[in-house]
């Protein structure tokens, strides 16, 4: 009943079925997530930012073992997941991104092999946790399942309390860097100022808490795995951020007996994630889509983005978020100097940002506007959730 589920919502347009038809099985046996997970070796991938990109690299590069069960379109939580193992059969491998707050909830219906823990920030400030007590949620967690094996953050003082106790020969620690950090100058363990050295290691100013030494690692543009040997990973998804994605990824599939070697053509496959980073010709314009949905993803997306013409949208949906306060914690100043179109349902509150940053900007009402007031040549658009998914209709989906 849940295949057909998800087939007619696709058939009607309604959406891709990655929710409906787990929504349907588990209200019929609550228990079906369990009862699907039983006998696979599973990773789950959780995270503020970068989760569905982490997920994606991941189950390509576990792919090397054979078919991976995963909840490619991003519906991550339990109905998702269980339609996506519903979906694959009786596939051996699922890779699952997780939503943070479902975290718990999915570690006790899966009993994971792996599960990564990428970074936390703040995000949908009018109805997500605060980041501390996130934290403290996840810590409670992993406290409850010791044998589970922990890939984690080592930049990110939030992600290091929430691994907290945990068996250290559970733990591989990875360092992607943390251009982020307003979210963590504050010791989520005592209170204290967490102190940062220029080399991206940091301290508990009351020595509650400090920065693991990171078996895995970036450096001079490279992974550098747990035996200390440096790879070449060729992408075609753009930024640091995404090589920093990939080593985590690397590293969960390496607990699934992937060797590095063999994992690394599979990312180089990945040139788009449910639309995210893909590219598409319309007039002589070669648009890309990046998704940002928080300061952090913000600052992030402004690091993928080319210096060329760049189209910003906001909405304030209910995926969305409806607190577009958080604007204001973004920097925009690195716009300067380019073309700057703005559009969407809060299109006026980006202006008034933009104003306060000095980065002149035009006001358009639609995509096709935004198109036709650029020169031929590259368009970057930046949006969050329900703005993109509108850019991405008007593209007709071909992303």
Known sequence: ?????????????????????????????????????????????????????????????????????????????????????????????????????????????????????????????????????????????????????????????????????????????????????????????????????????????????????????????????????????????PGTVNLGNAATALAVAARFGVRTADGIPRLATVASVAGRYAQVDRDGRLIRLLLAKNPASWLEAFDMADDAPTLLSINARDPDGLDTSWLYDVDFSPLRGRQVLVTGDRAMDLAVRLEINEVPFSHVRTFGDAVAAVPPGRLEVIANYTAFQDIRAELDRVV
């Open 1 to 237: 009943m849940s295949r057909t589920a998800a087939a007619l919502s696709r058939a009607t347009g309604r959406g891709d079925g990655s929710v409906i038809g787990g929504r349907l099985g588990m209200m019929i046996d609550p228990d079906l997530l369990a009862r699907l997970a039983d006998g696979r070796e599973i990773a789950l991938v959780s995270g503020t930012n970068g989760k569905t990109t982490t997920t994606r690299f991941t189950a390509a590069a576990v792919g090397v073992l054979g078919d991976v069960a995963t909840n490619s379109f991003g519906a991550n939580m339990p109905t998702g997941h269980t339609s996506a193992l519903a979906r694959a059969g009786d596939t051996r491998y699922a890779v699952l991104e997780v939503d943070e707050h479902y975290l718990p909830q999915v570690i006790k219906a899966t009993l994971p092999k792996v599960v990564a823990l990428l970074n936390l920030s703040r995000d949908q400030l009018d109805r997500a946790k605060e980041v501390a007590m996130m934290a403290q949620l996840w810590r409670d967690a992993l406290d409850a399942y010791p044998a589970v094996h922990v890939v984690a953050n080592a930049d990110d003082p939030m992600v290091v309390y929430a691994v907290g106790d945990h068996p250290p020969a559970r733990i591989t620690w990875f360092s992607a860097g943390q251009r982020w950090q307003d979210d963590s100058h504050v010791c989520p363990a005592c209170g204290g100022h967490i102190e940062r050295w220029s080399d991206g290691g940091w301290f508990c100013g009351n020595g509650d808490l400090r920065r693991p030494e990171p078996q895995w690692r970036l450096a001079d543009g490279k992974v550098v795995d747990a035996d200390g040997v440096a790879h070449e990973v060729p992408l075609q998804l």
